[in-house]
């Protein structure tokens, strides 16, 4: 098999860093792009979400990595390799602190956006591992089709797991600058529109294209918008969540900016709530969809932030599904039936399918709902937009004739403009 042009470049960008980002668009090939460039005779350290471990283990040696590949499938059995290895671990399983990491050893994060946040223990150990590979002379390649998923505080927290932040942007201060930061009331951050240069610190580290670019022949996307007309008990709890808000003085446009906001968790957690009764009000609907694209035989994906849709199709004849319940193993099986052409459909929860999936025997996706995370959603709709893929693709989205679920719409078509305006610049030309 033979790497496309802008895969070379890729491995020659990784190979010229002792810590880089690769950030190509999802579907571009980021995995082979690393292997190649890893230096086979030296250990190799594959940190990666639980349920991509055994693609890794495929993928190596698809591309004819020729030593013994371990996959660590206990958190007390966590390792680092040594000699001619490679060892693949899940986030979840790094240890609090790293000690005697063997020389030049390479560094491989998967999915990096996985060591976003700070705070979180992950982000933690994942920062001490990179920084005693570092400084063992070893290499540090972080790779994610999206640096910003979310809010531009989250590539710094990116960029700081993998050592970058500092050569990037200088200091947090300018960071602030760049992206328009601000404290608001709640004690967290606002974000502006960027100013001019925001991406340039992020292409002094890393690398990134766009599939339009490297690939302009791939499939388009469409999206066409199919409502779902509520029941007069949900429309009337949508209804009582609105009057709840609008009592302390909050319009729904307020909560776009920050769901998250302090003296507010009885109104949230009410949200919560109604997204997840509009979520179960759709299946009807998205059952009658399904049976349509069953009668033409045409393999169809679904994808639901919530569980009930995805459980709706479990017992479904013809169908697989894949939630956060779903075994490692038994989540490769259902890809490759469904690849093979052995499946109608296959349906998944945003959280557990979203990434590392391969699913371009369908060119339509249908989203039952979605997530706040604007990133989350294009993770997902890349799984049928890949390379490999020879159809346009369409994604079909549910929406209740109810501001509540427009409301989540408008939410996530705003944030991805502010995460296109922060990255676009970025991406090689």
């Known amino acids: 098999m033979e790497l496309y042009p802008y895969q070379k470049t890729g491995v020659g960008f990784l190979r010229g860093r002792q810590s880089a980002l690769l950030f190509d668009e999802m579907g571009l090939g980021k995995t082979v792009q690393a292997i190649k460039a890893a230096d086979w005779d030296k250990p190799i350290l594959v940190v990666c979400p639980a349920f991509l471990k055994f693609n890794w283990e495929k993928e190596l040696k698809l591309w004819g990595y020729p030593h013994h590949v371990e996959i660590v499938k206990k958190k007390k059995e966590f390792r680092i ?18 000690n005697n990491v063997e020389n030049e050893t390479t560094l491989i994060a998967d999915e990096a956006h996985c060591v976003k946040n700070y705070k979180a223990q992950r982000t933690r150990r994942f920062r001490s591992l990179s920084t005693a590979i570092i400084g063992s002379n070893g290499r540090v390649w972080a790779m994610t089709g999206t640096p910003l998923m979310n809010k531009p505080n989250e590539l710094w927290g990116l960029l700081k797991s993998i050592g970058l932040a500092y050569e990037a942007y200088g200091d947090w201060e300018n960071f602030l600058r760049l992206f328009n930061g601000r404290k608001n009331r709640w004690n967290g951050w606002d974000w502006g529109i960027p100013r001019e240069g925001a991406g340039e ?78 979520a179960d009000a759709k299946i009807p609907k998205m059952l009658e969809y399904v049976s349509l694209f069953e009668e033409t035989y045409t393999p169809l994906v679904v994808f639901a932030q919530h569980r009930a849709p995805i459980d709706a199709l479990a017992t479904r004849d013809g169908w697989a599904t894949i939630t956060g319940d779903t075994p490692q193993q038994k989540r490769a099986e259902y890809v490759q039936m469904f690849q093979e052409g052995k499946l109608k459909g296959i349906a998944g929860t945003i959280g557990a399918m979203s990434t590392g999936l391969t699913l371009t025997h369908a060119s339509n996706m249908m989203f039952v709902d979605m997530s706040w995370v604007p990133g989350d959603n294009l993770q997902a709709e890349d799984r049928i937009c890949r390379i490999g893929q020879k159809s346009a693709c369409q994604y079909l989205i549910l929406t209740a004739d109810h501001p509540m679920d427009g409301l989540v719409n408008r939410a996530l078509v705003n944030k991805a403009e502010v995460l296109a305006n922060s990255v676009d610049k970025a991406y090689a030309s």
């Open 81 to 98: 390799p040594v000699g001619k290895e490679a060892v693949v671990v899940s986030y979840s399983m790094l240890p609090p602190w790293t």
């Open 201 to 278: 610190g992020l292409k002094k580290v890393g690398l990134g294209r766009r599939k339009r670019t490297v690939l302009p022949d791939l499939p388009t996307k469409s999206r066409r918008f199919l409502e779902v007309t509520l029941s007069r008990s949900v429309k009337s709890m949508c209804n009582d969540v609105v009057s709840e808000l609008q009592s302390h003085g909050i319009s729904l446009e307020d909560i776009t900016a920050s769901h998250k906001a302090a003296g507010l968790k009885i109104e949230f957690s009410n949200i919560a709530r109604i997204r997840k009764a509009v």
